[in-house]
Nanobody
């Protein structure tokens, strides 16, 4: 069973930064999709940033220029560097990976106060 463990969430003020980590229990080299999602109360989980294949990165418009997705294959970890955080970035952040099957992390809370 593949497990994804997220960490790095917390409470920060607007303008500050956080780095989220998602560590897999298996190698991530063969993952054909890896992404970060955000969910807020009453809303569906939405894509924030993702890798498509090994290199191509995509971001939702409201985080472009502020968030950076990256990965370290040796550490089996995907990251989300979040800078210039805004209150509207608040939510539970989940990582998702897919190879032959799809996997989700348990979520980590990010709260940005104004």
């Amino acid at each position: 069973q593949v497990e994804l463990v997220e960490s790095g969430g917390g409470l920060v003020q607007a303008g500050e930064s956080l780095r989220l980590s998602c560590t897999a229990s298996v190698s991530i080299v063969n993952m054909n999709y890896m992404g970060w999602y955000r969910q807020t109360p009453g809303k569906e989980r939405e894509l924030v940033a993702c890798f498509i294949g090994a290199i191509r990165r995509e971001y939702t418009d409201d985080v472009k220029g502020r968030f950076t997705i990256s990965k370290d294959n040796g550490q089996k970890t995907m990251y989300l560097q979040m800078n210039s955080l805004k209150p509207e970035d608040t939510g539970v952040y989940y990582c998702r990976m897919r190879a032959l099957r799809e996997y989700w992390g348990q979520g980590t809370q990010v709260t940005v106060s104004s």
